[in-house]
């Protein structure tokens, strides 16, 4: 599975992006995808997954102003950030959990600045 990224950018205070994550390749066995976001000096977290049902889960810290979700025709997850806080400020990393083979992949991340 390769998974490319992309959306990131600079944003003002209270703007929104949008991330896109193109995936490619066996993507008939992928369960889970997710995006999650690693800021300077802090561990990797996850900001938000859609289940291959179309369940979703979130950080609580962006609930409310972020939806992920997907375009099964296009093997794309989205992830719209809304009300943007200069605290979202990370690196955001799309992943994607297959069950066979059971592994875990993960696309190169997309840099998200919030600030004025």
């Known amino acids: 599975v390769q998974l490319q990224a992309s959306g990131g950018g600079l944003v003002q205070p209270g703007g929104s992006l949008r991330l896109s994550c193109a995936s490619s390749g066996s993507i008939s066995s992928i369960v889970i995808m997710g995006w999650y976001r690693q800021a300077p000096g802090k561990q990797r977290g996850l900001v938000a997954s859609?289940?291959?049902?179309?369940?979703?889960n979130y950080a609580d810290s962006v609930k409310g102003r972020f939806t992920i979700s997907r375009e099964k025709d296009k093997n794309t997850v989205y992830l719209q950030m809304n009300s943007l806080k200069p605290e979202d400020t990370a690196a955001y990393y799309c992943?994607?959990?297959?069950?066979?083979?059971?592994?875990?992949?993960w696309g190169r991340g997309t840099q998200v600045t919030v600030s004025s």
């Open positions: 992943s994607a959990v297959t069950n066979i083979p059971a592994a875990n992949y």
């Open positions: 859609i289940t291959s049902g179309g369940s979703t």
